[in-house]
């Protein structure tokens, strides 16, 4: 069975930090990409970051970049998404997704094919 599950989540204040955590189970993660998404209340979906099967390659959401950064661990089938300088619009609930390709030129929903249920992060004083 192909999964993906997300850890890491919760309350922080604004200025925090959060390390989410997106682990597969039933793959590998050496043939396609990972990107994590999300959403807020009333919102729209948005990919917030990927990265490629080799690792060699990232993508950020501009509103996230310098601040948020991706990894991973192939051998612990895991990919890591650290969120620095946390903002309430940061806010949201937070999915990973396993894409159908192995780099980054598609962070959009129809481009994945396994998700994660979804983790939610809450930045608030």
């Known amino acids: 069975q192909l999964k993906l599950v997300e850890s890491g989540g919760g309350l922080v204040q604004p200025g925090g930090s959060l390390r989410l955590s997106c682990e597969a189970s039933?793959?590998?993660?050496?043939?396609?990409?990972i990107a994590w998404f999300r959403q807020a209340p009333g919102k729209e979906q948005e990919g917030v970051s990927c990265?490629?099967?080799?690792?060699?390659?990232?993508k950020y959401l501009d509103s996230v970049k310098g601040r948020f950064t991706i990894s991973k661990d192939n051998a612990k089938r895991t990919v890591y998404l650290q969120l620095n300088g946390l903002k309430p619009e940061d806010t949201a609930v937070y999915f990973c997704?396993?894409?159908?390709?192995?780099?980054?030129?598609?962070?959009?929903?129809?481009?994945?094919?396994?998700w994660g249920k979804g983790i939610q992060v809450t930045v608030s004083s």
């Open positions: 990265i490629s099967s080799s690792g060699s390659s990232t």
């Open positions: 039933g793959f590998t993660l050496n043939y396609q990409a």
């Open positions: 997704a396993r894409g159908i390709y192995s780099d980054c030129d598609r962070v959009e929903s129809v481009a994945m094919d396994v």
